[in-house]
């Protein structure tokens, strides 16, 4: 059990977290979905109190994880896997967690073996790791001390298709015994693959939050009118909450018949009323992934959009 | 996925009265990440190495009065001495350069604990130096009285003032390089500054007579030190330098270091 209550964090005048939000249930995998820079990793940084928050809590099962005695055998936490000593190898970040943890050796190997990494693999330096690599050892090591809670940034990052549907087996499983995940992504259809429910952050503020089914159908209207001012007037007037939708349209909860009424009312010319369907999530989701476009253009695993 | 059977107990809650990290096991983990990276490896390494290159100079060219254990015991402190703050400091600064600290700060959490895991580390290191500086110049010694046979060569005789001063300068500079580490938080700045700000000092203070004649003895480090490298029992006055010298470039670091170590965002 995560529970984030009002949580606010800034960076000189900059909100990377802004009264956000959210809880996520054991059982589940809930996805934590944004663009780079969204809030996330600050989240889960002050989740594992390493980043002191502003103001609102983020706890574990009511406690802050600070006062978690060897907390590292009841949560996981993952938030950057590129961040080991390059010159250790694996099995040895393993055999210092094991020995912190006060956990039997035996353990290092059988981590070693959940994630695939093979023994000459295990004692290889990390710096000669690639990113995929990475990412399993730093599961390996979220997972060492059995936790019963896991928080995993961007844990994907680097894995390829098969990588990537190894991890859901290996994080659907652990929710079925009664894990709680908490995972983050900047891919949505790397977290539609993984995630249970979904939880979307963009420019430090919670946009959606619910089951993945429930988000992925949502329901609501697109419009689009001959003048856009004039129609966001008639549907404001109408008492109808509308947003610009990415292309050129506008976005509203409001059934299709209504907004027809509010425009008819009005004389609002419309070009374009339909239900917003299954789109919504992926065309909010684009929406908030505008400003970062090119640097996704960039990514290789960019398969997002 | 919306079968929700109720998950077994235990895992939706966290146990707040199991046992925490006691400090044996974080000095454990400590003491290996001193020496398990090449860099702690190799610095290992190289003050025996060097050791090694003294001790067989010495029995080459040093005339007869130096081939004596106290002598060579003397000679094994330098290397030892020089390096030893340099793994101190990496002990620290590794936590942020190579970001381990996410790890190492979430498994334990109370980062003071860290702290004082790592001092422990390193008070046993300096006691380990002191050691093999013994085993190194008493092996030396062994050697001289083999190859050499003048007067007084292969003496035994050495004080135990010798040794417990030697160990405590060992301790201070490791204390030194360990508070400039967590000060100054990036290996190389930490090592360059370690070895560059106290000769700045020294030069500024030579330069300027008030300086040299009022506060040079009080805040020179290295001199300070100076009557602590013989065997001989040392002086109150001496004791008072070196108090006050610690304080500014040890104890000041130090304290320092650890607010700017337990508030710092670990990145």
């Not at chain 2, 030892?80 to 700060?105: K, M, N, Y």
């Not at chain 2, 610690?246 to 650890?258: E, F, S």
Request: net charge neutral; with cysteine; aromatic share 6%.
């Amino acid at each position: 059990m995560i529970t984030i209550e009002s949580l606010t964090k800034s960076y000189g005048g900059f909100k990377a977290v802004d009264n956000v939000s959210f809880s996520c249930r054991p059982g589940a995998v809930t996805g934590f979905l944004g663009p780079n820079g969204a809030g996330k990793t600050t989240t889960m940084r002050v989740l594992a109190g390493l980043t002191p928050a502003d103001s609102g809590t983020a706890t574990l099962a009511g406690h802050h994880y600070h006062d978690i005695p060897n907390p590292a055998t009841q949560v996981g936490v993952l938030l950057d896997a590129s961040a080991q000593h390059a010159g250790r190898s694996g099995r040895e970040v393993l055999t210092l967690g094991a020995i912190a943890m006060g956990l039997p050796m035996s353990r290092v190997e059988e981590m070693l073996h959940l994630v695939s990494l093979t023994p000459a693999e295990s004692k290889r330096k990390i710096r000669n790791y690639s990113l995929g690599m990475r990412q399993r050892l730093g599961i390996a090591h979220a997972l060492l001390g059995d936790p019963q809670i896991l928080i995993l940034d961007e844990p994907a990052n680097g894995l390829d298709p098969a990588g990537i549907h190894w991890m859901r087996s290996l994080l659907r499983e652990y929710a079925r015994r009664g894990g709680t995940v908490l995972l983050s992504s900047h891919l949505l259809h790397e977290v539609e693959v993984i995630a249970d429910e979904l939880i979307v952050i963009g420019e430090g503020k919670i946009v959606a939050q619910g089951t993945k089914a429930e988000l992925l159908q949502t329901a609501g209207t697109f419009v689009r009118g001959l003048d856009q001012s004039a129609l966001a007037g008639a549907l404001t007037s109408a008492g109808i909450h509308a947003v610009p939708s990415g292309d050129g349209g506008l976005r509203t909860e409001s059934a299709p018949e209504d907004v027809g009424r509010a425009a008819a009312a009005a004389g609002a010319v419309l070009v374009e009323l339909r239900p917003a369907g299954g789109a919504g999530l992926e065309e909010m989701f684009l929406e908030l992934t505008a400003a970062t476009q090119r640097d996704e253009n960039n990514a290789p695993e960019g398969v997002a959009v | 996925m919306s079968t929700t059977t109720a998950p077994p107990t235990g895992y939706a809650t966290i146990d707040m009265a199991a046992p925490r990290v006691p400090m044996t096991r974080l000095v454990k983990v400590e003491m290996r990440k001193l020496v398990n990276t090449r860099a702690g490896f190799w610095l290992v390494m190289a003050m025996l190495i060097i050791a090694a290159l003294i001790t067989t100079a010495m029995l080459i060219w040093a005339p007869d009065d130096q081939l004596t254990f106290g002598q060579m015991f003397g000679m094994m402190n330098i290397p030892f001495g020089f390096l030893l703050p340099v793994l101190a400091i990496l002990l620290v600064t590794s936590e942020w350069s190579q970001r381990t600290g996410l790890v190492t700060f979430t498994i334990e959490p109370k980062r003071a604990r860290v702290v004082i895991a790592k001092l422990i580390v390193s008070l046993i290191a300096a006691l380990g130096a002191v050691l093999a500086a013994l085993a190194l110049g008493a092996i030396g010694n062994l050697l001289a009285a083999l190859f050499h046979d003048g007067p007084g060569v292969g003496s035994w005789d050495m004080t135990w003032t010798g040794v417990g001063n030697s160990a405590l300068l060992q301790f201070l500079a490791l204390l030194q390089g360990f508070g400039f580490g967590m000060l100054i938080m990036n290996s190389a700045a930490a090592i360059v500054l370690y070895f560059v700000l106290p000769t700045v000092w020294s030069i500024v203070a030579a330069i300027i007579p008030w300086l040299r004649e009022n506060v040079q003895q009080w805040a020179d480090l290295g001199s300070a030190m100076g009557p602590f490298q013989s065997g001989d029992a040392v002086s109150g006055e001496a004791w008072q330098h070196l108090a006050s010298a610690a304080a500014i470039w040890i104890l000041l670091p130090l304290l320092l270091g650890t607010w700017r170590l337990l508030r710092s965002e670990v990145k």
